[in-house]
């Protein structure tokens, strides 16, 4: 293997155990943080509009504009409680509000 090819997965290993820290790292406090709202942990479905709040607040705090996605889901055949993906929709969108800059021509 030749060095810009290790180099290559080199990065990608690293940014895949980065996020896979960020993601656990965050997991719990946003469980935490739905406690906090008094959503229990079950099966309960989030309100869209709680969804899009928090999103915003992180379009706000990063600067990026951050899309919300909904999964399609189908029953897989013989398996009553087992569902398959089957396509994703984009269901909301925020752009950040502070600290906006626009870009110099």
Wanted: charged share 25%; proline share 8%.
């Amino acid at each position: 293997m030749d060095a810009p090819n290790e180099l290559m997965q080199e990065l990608s290993t690293l940014v895949e155990e980065t996020g896979d820290k960020i993601a656990e790292d965050y997991q719990f406090a946003f469980l935490e943080f739905l406690a906090q709202l008094n959503f229990p942990d079950t099966d309960n479905p989030i309100p869209l509009k709680l969804w899009v709040a928090i999103a915003q607040a992180f379009a706000d705090a990063s600067g990026y504009r951050i899309g919300l996605q909904a999964v399609v889901v189908e029953p897989i055949d013989g398996e009553p409680t087992s569902y398959r993906a089957v396509a994703h929709r984009e269901v909301a969108s925020v752009e950040p509000t502070l600290f906006v800059q626009p870009a110099e021509e």
